[in-house]
């Protein structure tokens, strides 16, 4: 046996052709520790911005950085004083800070070695392709609709919702009956979103989004924004909030700069950024955060949506995949 392992060895990072397959060896479980076997991994934008972005470029004089935020699979071996888990229990491992970007070790790899505390079980109702998707988008829903405090009954205007996150959201505020207006530049996806939960869905594309979102709310405006594109989006976006509400900007779809118009700052309409770092640092929103999603998904509160399946000696194709628009669900690499 070997562990196959997708490693970035060229930067900057120029997606699939900065990255190889090579062989590592399996590792072994030290006291505290287990090992796990992955067998389902997410591809996720961020894995794609860490590699561009020359994120793991610290780690290239100890080793090459492994690709990839997330995942799940068994537990191949256990260290002394491990009392949680057992051999061929079904785990997610928390990889993103402490393992990803902290150390270089991600989950496109076929073995990992992480501490006992780091690790979540998977209920048996959930499958591997839910499970490889606990982290990322989840939890940072969870977060995020969690910061922005929406009342029961009020409104959420949400961006790129047919996204996955945005789908996600979606069904988060239905289960805590929040309101959602989310904006779509497609026809092809409204009916989908509201077979999920959706209130109400409005194609940028061809409708005027401040004006159907005062003609929903009787021209009151929305409590609260998640935008995940800003750009020129997010001046309408700000538009469509009430006076002194707040837009989270979350996302960079449309640029890294934001329109804002001084009329909605002169209605105290607050902008912030949300980050899922930041949130995870408040109190003890991780350790909530760690329980509840699971919880969620094991209910069918969330509901995560796959796509395509390759093999980890896939991982260009799936890349281009992955980058597909309208591709369908997360796309996932298998072992």
Known sequence: MSNRAVVQTG??????????LVQRPIPRASPGTVVIRLTT??????DLTNIRDNKLKSFQDEHHPVIGSE??????????????????????PVLYWKYYLGKGEGAWQDYIEVAEEDVVAVPSTVSDESAAQYL????????LVT?????????LLQTAAASTIGRQ????????????????RRDDCISELKEIGADEVINSSVEDVVKRVKQITNGAGVYAAADAVGGVLTKDVAASVQDGGKVFVYGTLGGWDITVSKLDLIRNVEIKYYRLTRWLEKGNNKEKV??????Y????????????????EDFRAAICESERQARGGKVLLVS
């Open 11 to 20: 930067f900057p990072g120029e997606d699939e052709g900065s990255l190889e």
């Open 41 to 46: 991994r997410s591809v996720n934008p961020n």
């Open 71 to 92: 995942g799940c699979g068994r537990i191949f071996e256990v260290g002394k004083g491990v009392t949680k888990f057992k051999i061929d229990q079904r785990v997610v």
């Open 136 to 143: 990322i988008n989840p939890w940072t829903a969870y977060g």
């Open 147 to 155: 910061e922005i405090d929406v009342p029961e009954g009020g409104y």
């Open 169 to 184: 959201i979606i069904q988060l505020c239905k289960f805590w009956k929040i309101k959602t207006i989310n904006v779509v």
């Open 290 to 295: 760690m329980r509840d999603v699971m919880r």
């Open 297 to 312: 998904l094991e209910a069918g509160v969330l509901v995560p949506n796959f796509g395509k399946k390759f093999d980890l």
